[in-house]
T-cell receptor
Framework: DQQVKQNSPSLSVQEGRISILNCDYTNSMFDYFLWYKKYPAEGPTFLISISSIKDKNEDGRFTVFLNKSAKHLSLHIVPSQPGDSAVYFCAASADDYKLSFGAGTTVTVRA | ETGVTQTPRHLVMGMTNKKSLKCEQHLGHNAMYWYKQSAKKPLELMFVYNFKEQTENNSVPSRFSPECPNSSHLFLHLHTLQPEDSALYLC?????????????FGQGTRLTVV
């Protein structure tokens, strides 16, 4: 039973434009959400997180939005750069330290 | 050396072989994890250790056997694997069991079972 879903397996965006990645979850007990970025042949690296008490968290070019009523979060990258081409994983945890991951979205930034 | 280090990076083994994956973290974390990533699938949590004690076994077949001798080292012993066990095996660590903390991942071991 997949509790975290990333329904778009891939996204192609032009350099300089905005990338929007979406993530839906089913477990209403989730209260902490994270995005990870993964390059080929490397492990995932932490990108940005948000607690359920917030609806927005921003860090440089990366902003995560949380809509608890819709059980939906999104990651905005603006402006997109070629180095942003990677697989992005959404993850969530519920009152503990275990993370449930989505299947990932492959982002390709075109020059 | 800092972060989470996994060895080997690549491993090819026969179904009758016995091999071990190694993970070492230099972050002073208390919790360590094994995840499995199969193609186009979410990362699957396999095992969790907190302060060297196993706190989670996510219905993993007994052909996978974890070992955590101390809070900095984690092993995954493999024996009589099946071809469908071929995947990327990722080790991670975190402050744990504290809430709301991110996990740091190693680069993974790409395992191929032939």
């Amino acid at each position: 039973d997949q509790q975290v879903k990333q329904n778009s397996p891939s996204l192609s965006v032009q350099e300089g434009r905005i990338s929007i990645l979406n993530c839906d979850y089913t477990n209403s007990m989730f209260d902490y959400f994270l995005w990870y970025k993964k390059y080929p042949a490397e492990g995932p690296t932490f990108l940005i997180s948000i607690s359920s008490i917030k609806d927005k968290n921003e860090d440089g070019r990366f902003t995560v939005f949380l809509n608890k009523s819709a059980k939906h979060l999104s990651l905005h990258i603006v402006p997109s750069q070629p180095g942003d081409s990677a697989v992005y994983f959404c993850a969530a945890s519920a009152d503990d330290y275990k993370l449930s991951f989505g299947a990932g979205t492959t982002v390709t930034v075109r020059a | 050396e800092t972060g989470v280090t996994q060895t080997p990076r690549h491993l090819v083994m026969g179904m009758t072989n016995k091999k071990s994956l190694k993970c070492e973290q230099h972050l002073g974390h208390n919790a360590m994890y094994w995840y499995k990533q199969s193609a186009k699938k979410p990362l699957e949590l396999m095992f969790v250790y907190n302060f060297k004690e196993q706190t989670e076994n996510n219905s993993v077949p007994s052909r996978f056997s974890p070992e955590c001798p101390n809070s900095s080292h984690l092993f995954l012993h493999l024996h009589t694997l099946q071809p469908e066990d071929s995947a990327l095996y990722l080790c991670a660590s975190s402050q744990g069991p504290r809430r709301n903390t991110e996990a740091f991942f190693g680069q993974g071991t790409r395992l191929t079972v032939v």
